[in-house]
């Protein structure tokens, strides 16, 4: 690259950024103003149920494409509403169906959301978080064990899912890596709340909505993520006491 193109290229860059800045913007703005966070409720969902089926029955393609845009846009822009959307998404739709367009279009917006935030932000999150050497050291294993800790995230609802997102972001973890330990973590969720979806009618509140026992199966899949990290460092251990 010669000096001459340096500053085009800076330039193209910032314009790039603004350009997403603009549209994260516009799409808050957009979500607010035109009343979404009184359209992702429970109760509202619960009301115009019959509408939103008879929809799908009489469009059905067209309703999983609206559906899928809605959901893996508040995933991107980080609105909350993602519980509602999963339940409305099994109610209209069902287990096996509802299931998948959950998968799919939360890995959509989870990889727009990680693509904005490293190309937005990562760089000056980095150089901050490098000269703490814990967080270092941190970032380190991370980037090394990648895909099992990503998986461990998504299995075990420790964090919530914007979080998980964010920080990715804020590593150089492969996108390849981030969006198949996405895809594969959320899928046990998302045939729960799917599938509670069916009972839509009887459900009055989001608190407790996931019962203990689901929660410790999730604790149960995200130890699994971890054992091949356990194991390495077990045999690293023991390699070493032998030296």
Do not use: C
Request: proline share 3%; hydrophobic share 55%.
């Amino acid at each position: 690259m010669t000096a001459e193109t340096r500053p085009h290229d800076s330039r193209r860059h910032a314009a790039v950024k603004t350009v997403i800045i603009l549209i994260l913007v516009a799409g808050l703005v957009a979500f607010f103003a035109f009343g979404g966070n009184d359209l992702l409720t429970l109760n509202t969902i619960k009301t115009h149920r019959d509408q939103l089926l008879a929809f799908a029955q009489e469009r059905l393609w067209t309703a999983l494409l609206l559906w899928g845009l809605l959901y893996a846009a508040v995933v991107a822009l980080s609105i909350p509403g993602a519980t509602v959307l999963s339940l409305a998404i099994g109610f209209v739709f069902g287990r096996v169906t509802g299931t998948l367009l959950i998968v799919v279009a939360a890995t959509l917006g989870a990889i727009l959301l990680f693509l904005g935030a490293r190309y937005l932000f990562a760089d000056a999150a980095r150089e901050r978080l490098v000269r703490n050497a814990r967080a270092a050291r941190l970032l380190q294993g991370f980037e090394h064990r990648a895909f099992h800790y990503l998986l461990f995230l998504r299995l075990v609802p420790l964090f919530p899912f914007w979080m998980v997102n964010l920080a990715s972001a804020f590593t150089s973890v492969p996108l390849r890596t981030y969006a198949l330990a996405t895809v594969i973590g959320i899928i046990p969720g998302s045939f729960v709340f799917a599938n509670l979806g069916r009972s839509l009618a009887s459900i009055d509140s989001l608190d407790n909505l996931v019962s203990w026992e689901v929660l410790a199966s999730f604790g149960l899949l995200g130890l699994f993520a971890l054992l091949p990290i356990i194991f390495k460092r077990r045999i690293d251990t023991t390699q070493k006491g032998t030296l």
